[in-house]
């Protein structure tokens, strides 16, 4: 029904960038809200940076001044530009979508399948 996919993940050195990005895709009727988590190794999944629909946005501590989300609402598609990359921020980075299907539906909660982030030098 909604399919989300991300890309944008690899290697980079402390200290680097790199701009994740997620296209939802399928039926939609609207989006509530979407965002980044990640997991590292051994690790539970912790959310990382959200968007709302109105705009808002929030972060995890860990990445205030580091990391932005963005959106292009036409395209259902959501950024993460990561800046000052430090060795902690390596992880699986997941993008997630909560998703109204169709006018009369309650909202849906969509995960991607994750792209890898390596920080290391």
């Known amino acids: 029904q909604v399919q989300l996919v991300e890309s944008g993940g690899g290697l980079v050195q402390p200290g680097g960038s790199l701009r994740l990005s997620c296209a939802a895709s399928g039926i939609i009727f609207s989006v509530n809200a979407m965002g980044w988590y990640r997991q590292a190794p051994g690790k539970e999944r912790e959310p990382v940076a959200f968007i709302t629909s109105d705009g808002s946005t929030d972060y995890a501590d860990s990445v205030k001044g580091r990391f932005a989300i963005e959106r292009d609402n036409a395209k259902n598609t959501i950024y993460l530009q990561m800046n000052s990359l430090k060795p902690e921020d390596t992880a699986d980075y997941f993008c997630?979508?909560?998703?109204?299907?169709?006018?009369?539906?309650?909202?849906?909660?969509?995960w991607g399948q994750g792209t890898q982030v390596t920080v290391s030098s």
């Open positions: 997630y979508a909560q998703i109204r299907p169709r006018q009369r539906s309650g909202v849906t909660n969509y």
